[in-house]
Protein backbone atom coordinates (compact mmCIF):
# COMPACT_ATOMS: atom_id res chain seq x y z
CA UNK A 1 0.00 0.00 0.00
CA UNK A 2 1.44 3.13 -0.92
CA UNK A 3 1.26 5.95 2.07
CA UNK A 4 -0.28 8.50 -0.59
CA UNK A 5 -3.51 6.43 -0.31
CA UNK A 6 -3.81 6.78 3.30
CA UNK A 7 -4.72 10.37 2.57
CA UNK A 8 -7.42 8.85 0.79
CA UNK A 9 -9.30 6.50 2.79
CA UNK A 10 -11.10 6.58 5.89
CA UNK A 11 -13.08 4.62 8.50
CA UNK A 12 -15.59 2.72 7.11
CA UNK A 13 -17.71 1.89 10.05
CA UNK A 14 -21.07 3.90 9.93
CA UNK A 15 -20.66 5.89 13.25
CA UNK A 16 -17.54 7.36 12.12
CA UNK A 17 -18.45 8.99 8.78
CA UNK A 18 -19.25 12.43 10.31
CA UNK A 19 -15.95 12.51 13.12
CA UNK A 20 -12.97 13.97 11.97
CA UNK A 21 -11.02 11.53 14.26
CA UNK A 22 -12.08 9.04 11.59
CA UNK A 23 -9.63 10.54 9.53
CA UNK A 24 -6.29 10.09 8.70
CA UNK A 25 -6.41 6.30 9.68
CA UNK A 26 -2.95 5.57 11.59
CA UNK A 27 -0.45 3.40 10.72
CA UNK A 28 0.27 1.11 13.64
CA UNK A 29 3.40 -1.40 13.41
CA UNK A 30 4.14 -0.42 10.34
CA UNK A 31 7.00 -2.77 7.67
CA UNK A 32 8.20 -0.32 4.64
CA UNK A 33 9.69 -0.92 1.89
CA UNK A 34 10.85 1.64 -0.36
CA UNK A 35 10.47 0.91 -3.98
CA UNK A 36 12.15 3.18 -6.62
CA UNK A 37 10.12 4.74 -9.26
CA UNK A 38 11.02 6.91 -12.62
CA UNK A 39 10.76 10.80 -11.09
CA UNK A 40 7.20 12.28 -11.56
CA UNK A 41 7.17 16.03 -10.87
CA UNK A 42 4.03 16.77 -12.74
CA UNK A 43 2.39 14.17 -10.97
CA UNK A 44 3.34 15.82 -7.78
CA UNK A 45 2.32 18.98 -8.95
CA UNK A 46 -1.09 17.91 -10.09
CA UNK A 47 -2.11 15.92 -6.83
CA UNK A 48 -0.86 18.06 -4.79
CA UNK A 49 -3.89 20.01 -4.18
CA UNK A 50 -6.04 16.94 -3.48
CA UNK A 51 -3.51 15.73 -0.51
CA UNK A 52 -5.02 16.46 2.86
CA UNK A 53 -1.44 18.25 3.97
CA UNK A 54 -2.23 17.91 7.85
CA UNK A 55 -3.40 14.79 7.64
CA UNK A 56 -0.57 13.96 5.56
CA UNK A 57 1.72 14.91 8.25
CA UNK A 58 0.21 12.99 10.74
CA UNK A 59 1.20 9.82 8.84
CA UNK A 60 4.65 10.74 7.70
CA UNK A 61 5.55 11.56 11.65
CA UNK A 62 3.69 8.03 12.34
CA UNK A 63 6.57 6.29 9.96
CA UNK A 64 9.21 7.74 11.13
CA UNK A 65 10.31 10.44 8.09
CA UNK A 66 11.32 13.86 8.73
CA UNK A 67 9.19 16.71 9.84
CA UNK A 68 7.00 18.06 6.84
CA UNK A 69 6.28 21.52 6.52
CA UNK A 70 3.79 23.21 8.24
CA UNK A 71 2.32 24.42 5.69
CA UNK A 72 1.86 22.92 1.97
CA UNK A 73 3.73 23.78 -0.65
CA UNK A 74 2.60 25.93 -3.31
CA UNK A 75 3.42 28.61 -6.31
CA UNK A 76 7.38 28.67 -6.51
CA UNK A 77 8.02 26.06 -3.55
CA UNK A 78 6.86 23.22 -6.20
CA UNK A 79 9.34 24.68 -8.48
CA UNK A 80 11.97 23.19 -5.87
CA UNK A 81 13.15 19.98 -6.94
CA UNK A 82 14.16 18.69 -3.85
CA UNK A 83 10.67 19.28 -2.36
CA UNK A 84 9.12 17.66 -5.55
CA UNK A 85 11.03 13.98 -4.76
CA UNK A 86 11.40 14.48 -1.08
CA UNK A 87 7.46 13.69 -1.95
CA UNK A 88 7.71 11.95 -5.05
CA UNK A 89 9.66 9.83 -2.45
CA UNK A 90 7.47 10.08 0.61
CA UNK A 91 3.99 9.69 -1.08
CA UNK A 92 4.56 7.27 -4.04
CA UNK A 93 7.84 5.15 -3.68
CA UNK A 94 7.10 4.51 0.45
CA UNK A 95 5.24 1.21 0.38
CA UNK A 96 3.38 -0.25 3.65
CA UNK A 97 3.86 -4.13 3.49
CA UNK A 98 2.58 -5.10 6.31
CA UNK A 99 0.71 -3.64 9.53
CA UNK A 100 -2.56 -2.14 9.89
CA UNK A 101 -4.22 1.84 9.97
CA UNK A 102 -6.62 2.24 13.06
CA UNK A 103 -9.49 4.61 13.38
CA UNK A 104 -8.77 7.50 16.14
CA UNK A 105 -12.36 7.44 16.67
CA UNK A 106 -13.87 3.98 16.92
CA UNK A 107 -10.28 2.15 17.41
CA UNK A 108 -11.26 -0.50 14.35
CA UNK A 109 -8.14 -1.83 12.57
CA UNK A 110 -7.47 -2.50 9.08
CA UNK A 111 -4.81 -5.10 8.50
CA UNK A 112 -2.27 -5.11 5.72
CA UNK A 113 -0.48 -8.12 4.53
CA UNK A 114 1.56 -8.34 1.65
CA UNK A 115 1.33 -4.53 0.63
CA UNK A 116 -2.69 -4.79 0.59
CA UNK A 117 -5.15 -3.10 3.27
CA UNK A 118 -8.32 -5.28 3.96
CA UNK A 119 -11.09 -2.45 4.49
CA UNK A 120 -13.78 -5.24 4.69
CA UNK A 121 -15.66 -4.82 7.62
CA UNK A 122 -17.02 -7.89 9.78
CA UNK A 123 -20.83 -7.93 10.00
CA UNK A 124 -21.15 -6.99 13.43
CA UNK A 125 -19.78 -3.62 12.43
CA UNK A 126 -21.83 -3.04 8.64
Known sequence: MKVITANFVTCAV?????????????????????????????????????????ALRTVSNELGFPSLPDSKPEGEALDNEQTLKDLHRL?????????????????????????????LLPSHLV
Open 14 to 54: KECKTSPASFPLHFQDAELEQQELDFQPEFIRNVLPRIDWE
Open 91 to 119: LLETHVTEGKLTCGNCGHSYMIKEGIANF
